[in-house]
Nanobody, 125 residues
């Protein structure tokens, strides 16, 4: 059984920085070369892609809305992926989910096989 557990969310002010973490566990998980993604869902909106990173870390992908402000990284030895978020804005308020895929990293949530429970980020003006 694979488990993804996010942490690091909270309440911050506009302009602040925050780092989210997602730790994976489970015997099956370590058997695959997995890609990671971060998604978010704001109230009343659909879940959207935020950032993605390949197993090797050599390729990263970002939504236009976060490019230049957010950075995704991973530590394979710890089975952990991070999302460093800088210059946070109220429109970044959402529940953030990490996800893992045993296939190619894409922007489509349907391509991800494992999901965390989500962590809330609230950015006040």
């Amino acid at each position: 059984q694979v488990q993804l557990v996010e942490s690091g969310g909270g309440l911050v002010q506009a302009g602040d920085s925050l780092r989210l973490s997602c730790a994976a566990s489970g015997r099956t998980f370590s058997s695959y070369d997995v890609g990671w993604g971060w998604f978010r869902q704001a109230p009343g909106k659909e879940r959207e892609f935020v950032a993605g990173i390949t197993w090797s870390g050599s390729s990263t992908y970002y939504a236009d809305s976060v490019k230049g402000r957010f950075t995704i990284s991973r530590d394979n030895a710890k089975n952990t992926v991070y999302l460093q978020m800088n210059s946070l804005q109220p429109e970044d308020t959402a529940v953030y989910y990490c996800a893992a895929t045993v296939r190619a990293v894409t922007r489509a949530s349907s391509d991800y096989h494992f999901w965390g429970q989500g962590t809330q980020l609230t950015v006040s003006p």
